[in-house]
C-alpha cells in the first residue's frame, strides 16, 4: 500500500531559528508533494505544491525564502521552515501522490512545531 | 488560495443518529472533491472522492455532488462514537494539481 512518513513527529523550537521536515514516500511514486499547515485555530493552507521537474508553486503568502522545498526524487522531500516565530506554529502536513489530478493525497503524519 | 467552505464548524449527533456535512467550492473550475477524515492528534485519511453529478454510498457514508452549485454533502448514518472526528472537505480542478482543503466540520457522536 502507498505509505507516507513523515519525520519529526514534533518539534521545539527557539523564536529566529530554523527547522527542516522531511517526507518518505513508500509504495508509489510521489511524483506530486504539496506542503500544508494546519494553525491551532484549525485553518488548513496549502504552502506550495512540489512537482519533480517542474518548478515548486508557493500561494500567496508563503515565499521559497521563508519555506524553502527541496524535491529531489520520486521517494523524498523536504520542507524547512526559515526564521521561526508564534505565528509559524501548528502542524505541518506533506501530502503526496502520483500527479495525475484525480489521484488520492497520502498524507504523512505531520510535523508539530512548537515556537517558544 | 481557492476557498473551501465547510458547514457547520461542529456538529454533535447522538450514538446511532445522522450526521451530514456541508462542503462548497468558490472555484466555478473544480472538477474533484474528497472527503477526509482526521482523528485527534492523526493525519488525514481519504474517506471518499467524487468527481460526478450525483451520489455515491459506501456502507454507512454516502457523498452527494452538485456542479452547478459546487457543493458536496456527506452523510454518516448510525453514527457510532468512533466517527468522532475533523472531517475535512477537498477541492481540485483537473487543469492543476493543487488540492485545496476546507477547516473541517468537528463531529462529535455522543454514546
Known amino acids: 500500500g502507498a505509505l507516507v512518513y513523515q519525520y519529526p513527529r514534533r518539534t521545539i523550537c527557539k523564536s529566529g531559528t530554523s527547522m527542516r521536515m522531511e517526507c518518505q514516500a513508500v509504495?508509489?511514486?510521489?511524483?506530486?508533494v504539496a506542503w500544508y499547515r494546519q494553525s491551532p485555530q484549525k485553518t488548513f493552507e496549502l504552502i506550495a505544491l512540489s512537482t519533480v521537474n517542474s518548478a515548486i508553486k508557493y500561494e500567496q503568502n508563503f515565499t521559497q525564502e521563508k519555506f524553502p522545498i527541496s524535491h529531489p526524487n520520486l521517494s523524498f522531500s523536504s520542507m524547512t521552515v526559515l526564521n521561526a516565530y508564534l505565528e509559524d506554529r501548528g502542524l505541518y502536513l506533506c501530502?503526496?501522490?502520483?500527479?495525475?489530478?484525480?489521484?488520492?493525497?497520502?498524507f504523512g503524519s505531520g510535523t508539530r512545531l512548537t515556537v517558544l | 488560495q481557492q476557498k473551501v467552505q465547510q458547514s457547520p464548524e461542529s456538529l454533535i449527533v447522538p450514538e446511532g443518529g445522522m450526521a451530514s456535512l456541508n462542503c462548497t467550492s468558490s472555484d466555478r473550475n473544480v472538477d474533484y472533491f474528497w472527503w477526509y477524515r482526521q482523528h485527534s492528534g492523526k493525519s488525514p485519511k481519504m474517506l471518499m472522492?467524487?468527481?460526478?453529478?450525483g451520489e455515491k454510498e459506501e456502507g454507512r457514508f454516502t457523498v452527494h455532488l452538485n456542479k452547478a452549485s459546487l457543493h458536496t454533502s456527506l452523510h454518516i448514518r448510525d453514527s457510532q462514537p468512533s466517527d468522532s472526528a475533523l472531517y475535512l472537505c477537498?477541492?481540485?480542478?483537473?487543469?492543476?494539481?493543487?488540492?485545496?482543503f476546507g477547516d473541517g466540520t468537528q463531529l462529535v457522536v455522543k454514546p
Open positions: 472522492s467524487i468527481f460526478s453529478n
Open positions: 477537498a477541492a481540485s480542478r483537473n487543469s492543476n494539481n493543487r488540492i485545496f
Open positions: 501530502g503526496a501522490r502520483t500527479g495525475t489530478s484525480a489521484e488520492t493525497l497520502y
Open positions: 509504495g508509489f511514486q510521489a511524483t506530486s
